[in-house]
């Protein structure tokens, strides 16, 4: 049986993830601003949807406390899934360039 404590410990964990993921999103906008077209843009904009797909990723866990976990945690796995696509998709267009 889960314990208060751990399911504590595991929201703080999620919330520090979280944060983490904004203030690289936040990085890599302002990046964005400073190195405007080009690769390295176009690299910079695949990097921040990728942060982006596994931030709404690790958001929907927080989904477990209104409905329940098998949903929350298909969500994040899902778009987990969406976020590892679309690395590799991105990817793939610079080798074929």
Same mark, same amino acid.
């Given at each position: 049986?889960?314990?208060?404590? =751990?399911? #504590?410990?595991?929201?703080?964990?999620? !919330?520090?993830?979280?944060? &983490?993921?904004?203030?690289?999103i936040i990085v890599?906008?302002?990046?964005?601003? +400073?190195?405007?077209?080009? &690769?390295?843009?176009?690299?910079?904009?695949?990097?921040? !949807? #990728?942060?982006?797909?596994?931030? $709404?990723? =690790?958001?929907?866990?927080?989904?477990? #406390?209104?409905?329940?976990?098998?949903?929350?945690?298909? &969500?994040? $796995?899902?778009?987990?899934?969406?976020?590892?696509?679309?690395? !590799?998709?991105?990817?793939? +267009?610079?080798f074929v360039k």
């Amino acid at each position: 049986m889960v314990q208060v404590s =751990d399911i #504590t410990q595991i929201v703080m964990l999620i !919330a520090l993830a979280l944060t &983490i993921y904004l203030v690289m999103i936040i990085v890599f906008l302002y990046a964005r601003k +400073k190195y405007k077209g080009g &690769i390295i843009e176009s690299v910079i904009n695949l990097i921040i !949807a #990728t942060i982006g797909f596994l931030f $709404v990723s =690790d958001l929907a866990l927080f989904l477990a #406390t209104s409905y329940n976990f098998l949903l929350s945690y298909t &969500i994040h $796995v899902v778009f987990k899934i969406i976020a590892m696509t679309c690395l !590799a998709v991105g990817g793939l +267009k610079f080798f074929v360039k």
